[in-house]
T-cell receptor, first 113, second 110 residues
Framework: GAGVSQSPRYKVAKRGQDVALRCDPI?????LFWYQQALGQGPEFLTY????????KSGLPSDRFFAERPEGSVSTLKIQRTQQEDSAVYLC???????????FGPGTRLTVL | RKEVEQDPGPFNVPEGATVAFNCTYS??????FFWYRQDCRKEPKLLMS???SGNEDGRFTAQLNRASQYISLLIRDSKLSDSATYLC???????????FGKGTKLSVIP
């Protein structure tokens, strides 16, 4: 069956631009997570949705980061006024429910020039 | 700050060797433990959960020591295809967050 998909796979942005990253979770998965992975590091938690409700956004690094999942399926991570330190791979993961056994998408590699 | 510590490696081992990775976690409220595998420029994939009694999946054995806040992964009879980064992951009770270590890189050499 289809796994988690993300688009775009690669994004180059000029500093100050806004970007939107899309995640299509596995059909029927209630839980959706966003992570940020810098080079040489493990993924860092950003935010969590249960259906359309954003239950935890404590990992979002600043108010320039915003995520939504309005219909409880597709999710979008938006970064406003991108900075060079935002350069990373942004991973989306979904699970049937809760934090266990998460299935990751291939990620979006964001480069901010 | 919740932390998961791993030896970054790299571990370079010959085919057929046995290799062990260790991980320590600082949050005593951690309740669930996992090993994920991440191939170069790919997404992490769940390798196995780690249970208090220890568990085995083929050539892979995971151990948990709650008193020492220590997790291990043993790989027997290493294959070339085992080359990857192994991420130690913990989840705190009542939290939806997974906390990842930086990963240990393994290269299995012919």
């Amino acid at each position: 069956g289809a796994g988690v998909s993300q688009s775009p796979r690669y994004k180059v942005a000029k500093r100050g631009q806004d970007v939107a990253l899309r995640c299509d979770p596995i059909s029927g998965h209630v839980s959706l997570f966003w992570y940020q992975q810098a080079l040489g590091q493990g993924p860092e938690f950003l935010t969590y949705f249960q259906n359309e409700a954003q239950l935890d956004k404590s990992g979002l690094p600043s108010d320039r980061f915003f995520a939504e999942r309005p219909e409880g399926s597709v999710s979008t991570l938006k970064i406003q006024r991108t900075q060079q330190e935002d350069s990373a791979v942004y991973l989306c993961a979904s699970s049937l429910t809760g934090p266990n056994e998460q299935f990751f998408g291939p990620g979006t590699r964001l480069t901010v020039l | 700050r919740k932390e998961v510590e791993q030896d970054p490696g790299p571990f370079n081992v010959p085919e057929g060797a046995t290799v062990a990775f260790n991980c320590t976690y600082s949050n005593s409220a951690s309740q669930s433990f996992f090993w994920y595998r991440q191939d170069c420029r790919k997404e992490p994939k769940l390798l196995m959960s780690v249970y208090s009694s220890g568990n085995e999946d083929g050539r892979f054995t995971a151990q948990l020591n709650r008193a020492s806040q220590y997790i291990s992964l043993l790989i027997r009879d290493s294959k070339l295809s085992d080359s990857a980064t192994y991420l130690c992951v913990v989840n705190e009770a009542g939290s939806y967050q997974l906390t990842f270590g930086k990963g240990t890189k393994l290269s299995v050499i012919p």
